[in-house]
């Protein structure tokens, strides 16, 4: 009877121990920190080593030779004691913690070669266009993925549409 109860008991303990155990799937990601030891001209290989990881998604490869990878970084904050937070010295003890929150990092490469790139972040609080070997892109964002779209001066667009309409 006790080694019944003992393999009972030992085994709503291990199911216990199993359902507690959730996993959470969630893509690699790399750190704020890493962004800033990026360099331009550099390879996609010589990228995947310096962010840790390889890219979270390939999301263009275009014909004008732009390919558009995406990677997911996080922010790395620190967590203080509430009393710290405002004293001198509080800005550098506590515990180096991630920010929950991932943000996305497009790296833009021509023919091989990291050209330029911007976090999302970073596309919110600027221009949608960036200039790329001296042609104006438009970044736009579908339902999936971003596209690099060259961008049309007003001027030559309305001679366009007017020499299609004649």
């Known amino acids: 009877m006790k080694k019944t109860k003992l393999i009972l008991l030992t085994t709503f303990f291990a199911a216990l121990l199993v359902a507690s155990c959730k996993l ?3 893509p690699k990601f790399t ?13 996609l ?12 998604n390939m999301l263009s ?7 558009i ?4 970084y996080k922010m790395v ?14 800005e550098i ?19 091989g070669k990291l050209e330029t790139f911007i976090t999302t972040e970073g596309k919110k609080n600027s221009r949608a266009d960036i200039k790329l070997a001296n042609t104006i892109y438009v970044i736009t964002r579908d339902r999936d993925s ?5 961008k049309v001066p007003k001027e030559d667009s309305k001679k366009a549409s007017g020499f299609l309409k004649k």
């Not at 490869?61 to 390919?67: N, W």
């Not at 003890?93 to 023919?111: A, H, S, W």
């Open 31 to 43: 750190t704020s920190d890493n962004l800033l030891k990026i360099e331009l001209n550099s390879s």
């Open 45 to 56: 290989e010589d990228v995947v080593q310096t962010l840790g990881c390889n890219p979270y």
């Open 69 to 72: 990878y995406q990677y997911k």
């Open 24 to 26: 959470v799937q969630v």
């Open 61 to 67: 490869s275009q014909v004008d030779g732009y390919t």
């Open 93 to 111: 003890i506590g515990t180096d913690v991630y920010n929950p929150r991932q943000q996305d990092l497009l790296l833009f490469f021509k023919e």
């Open 146 to 150: 971003y596209t690099l779209e060259v």
């Open 77 to 90: 904050e620190r967590k203080v004691s509430p009393k710290m937070i405002n004293q001198r010295g509080g």
